[in-house]
Each structure stands twice: as structure tokens, then as C-alpha cells.
């Protein structure tokens, strides 16, 4: 179901260990920044009576998660807008930062889908428990990312460096979750019931990576 799983708020660091150049792996960050608060990008469309309560039930959905979906999308956004020269404890703030909101915002996002009671018709008891285990799953691991984040080392650059490559390691993991949960929640009835909805679709733009030093 869900490109909001993609995440895409982790940047191309520099970090200087003595006078290298340590960098976060760029080709990884524009992998995860393919997009940015996407809920759906299928088609479909409603025809029986079953159809129009999936429809209603995936806009009650929707017109909720979209206030989640744009947290997701301005902590990224945010982390984009970080300048390259900032400190190190600048650069663990806005990470620290970001990830809490995001984890928030997938552990409002389970709760939604909980609230929200089965789907109609007959897998949408599955596919409400598939999308709360998603969710939960993934605020869990924003929040460990979080705590990786939290206990950095600002005062050793090359502490920090390598630290980073570990957080950026560990999101790589969080991307590979979020794409096996999506790749599930997005089929069927309710896949394409949840893509026409407008607050199930993109935020906004996607941001582009930036650099620190």
C-alpha cells in the first residue's frame, strides 16, 4: 500500500575523520528518496455495494492518515534544509528530531487503522491487521533509530562519523521493511480503495539530499 514507508529523510553526510573525507553511501540515499509521503500509486474503481463501503471506509482512513503522512514528509523536508557546514550536534538535533516525528506519526498511523475496524468485504479483517502490524513495526524501528541516533558521540568527529554509517546501515534495514509492507498492503480491493483517495497520495515534493561537514 504505502510509499509512506519509503523513507527518504537521512542525508549524504561528509564527516572529516582526521583530513578523509568520510561518506554516507549517496546511492543509497537516492534509493530512499524516491518519494516521500506516498500512501498509493495504483488505480482502480468501485462498482458494487461492497465497493462503495470499501470506498467509504478507506476515506475515513485517509482523511486522517493525511496529517501523519505530512509529518513524515516535513521531517524530511526539514533534514533536507540542514546546511552543509552545520556541527555535528546540529546535524544528531535534526536527526534525533526527525525520527521521533516519524515514529510518532506510523504509531498514529496503526492507530488509525486500528480505530478504524476490519475493512468490507471478506480479507478486510486481514488487511486492517496487516496494516496495524505494519505500522506499529515500522515506529518501532524509527524509534530505535531515534535512540541509535541519540547516543552519538559529537565531540570525536570520527566517533560521529562512523556512527552515522551505522544509523545509515540501520535505516537501510528500516527501507527493506517498509518495501515488503507496502508491497503487501497496496494489493487488492482496499489497495486500490486507499489509492483514490486524495489524503492516501502524495504530500509533496520529493527533497533532495544534502550535505554536512
Known amino acids: 500500500m504505502v510509499d509512506a514507508f519509503r523513507p527518504c529523510i537521512f542525508r549524504g553526510r561528509e564527516a572529516m575523520e582526521g583530513t578523509q573525507a ?6 543509497l540515499v537516492s534509493a530512499l528518496c524516491g518519494g516521500t509521503a506516498v500512501l498509493l500509486a495504483v488505480s482502480g474503481c468501485g462498482g458494487d455495494d461492497t465497493g462503495k463501503k470499501q470506498d467509504a471506509w478507506a476515506k475515513g482512513v485517509c482523511d486522517q492518515a493525511a496529517a501523519q503522512l505530512k509529518k513524515i514528509d516535513d ?6 534544509h540542514v546546511d552543509g557546514g552545520s556541527s555535528a550536534k546540529a546535524v544528531k538535533s535534526a536527526d534525533s528530531t526527525a525520527f521521533a516525528s516519524i515514529a510518532a506519526a506510523y504509531k498514529s498511523l496503526a492507530a488509525i487503522f486500528s480505530d478504524a475496524g476490519a475493512a468490507p468485504g471478506g480479507d ?3 488487511f486492517e491487521q496487516s496494516a496495524v502490524s505494519a505500522f506499529t513495526g ?3 524501528q524509527y524509534a530505535a533509530l531515534e535512540k541509535q541516533v541519540n547516543n552519538l558521540n559529537t565531540s570525536d568527529r570520527a566517533k560521529f562519523a562512523a556512527g552515522l554509517q551505522t544509523v545509515s546501515a540501520s535505516l537501510n534495514k528500516t527501507t527493506v521493511s517498509g518495501e515488503k509492507a507496502r ?3 497496496r494489493q487488492g480491493d482496499m489497495g486500490r480503495a486507499l489509492a ?13 539530499p544534502a550535505t554536512t561537514s
Not at 22 to 27: A, E, G, L, S, W
Not at 196 to 208: D, E
Open 138 to 140: 515500522l515506529a518501532g
Open 75 to 80: 521531517a524530511n523536508t526539514a533534514l533536507s
Open 196 to 208: 483514490r483517495q486524495p489524503g492516501c497520495l502524495r504530500v509533496s515534493g520529493t527533497a533532495s
Open 22 to 27: 568520510v561518506k554516507v553511501n549517496k546511492k
Open 183 to 185: 508491497s503487501t498492503l
Open 124 to 126: 478486510g479483517a486481514k
